[in-house]
């Protein structure tokens, strides 16, 4: 049984089978409509979420299926029941689950169950928004191989899939950010030992000077809000304004997977500038997934 923990669990061939059927749905949703009739899919949140909620329950609905929107408060997880028995007992009922949580641990004890799972952001690892990425790169620049995305910032999450993208598409990765932010050195060395062509540069300068692609996230993530002062003074170097955008090439796009804290990581001038692709991007995270479930089920 498949499952979406991380891009790394996918092949090359498979995840772009992925995008080519992500494209596809985005072109002519009618033709899926009722493919996932009857099915349904639970969606845990332990963090509150915009793009995430709506795009996957939109998506499953307009597959045909059901979704259900379960929170912390709704289910026994963490009340004395464990992970593991709660995915035991959801997959007697649903088809897929879906999980947004804090510890990435917590997303792989529910592949205890017998249905797909899919990690939607964990501590560690937020494989489906890498997934909008790559479809809006290839929107907007033709293909995501031979293309130079620069990331700036911290070494979070998000940060993380880019690097796992990067490994089974083609792009090259340049990650902007303060040595103590880096990203995992063992996520880093995994895709460098698929061939991936991944730097590591403490220059926001250096970072973003001729790419493609510039991209940014939060610099303090929902449960990190006591580190928020810190992270600000530390990262400030790196906040994608219009100096550091004009050092990209001149047909570079800007990308950030939302929220976006203006005036903080990004300026205003950068988030609504023309060449900002932030809402395409928002909006693939419903037609990318909504190729993963169909792929899963």
Known sequence: MKHMLSLMDWSADELRALMTLARKVKGDPGVYSTKLAGKTLAMIFEKSSTRTRVSFEVGMRQLGGNALFLSKN???LGRGE???DTARVLSRYVDCIMARVFAHATVVELTCGDVPVINGLSDLLHPCQALADVQTIVEHKGGAEGVTVAYLGDGNNVCHSLINAAARF??????GAPESRYPSAEI????RAEGADITLTADPGEAVSGVDVIYTDVWASMGEESEAEARHTLLAPFQVNE????QAAPDAIFMHCLPAHRGEEVTDAVVDHKRSVIFDQAENRMHAQKALLLTLL
């Not at 083609?170 to 990650?175: D, I, T």
């Not at 880093?188 to 895709?191: F, I, R």
């Not at 100096?243 to 004009?246: I, P, R, Y």
């Open 243 to 246: 100096t550091l955008f004009a």
């Open 82 to 84: 464990t992970v593991a």
């Open 74 to 76: 709704d289910l026994q």
């Open 188 to 191: 880093v060395e995994a895709a």
């Open 170 to 175: 083609g792009f090259s990765l340049r990650v």
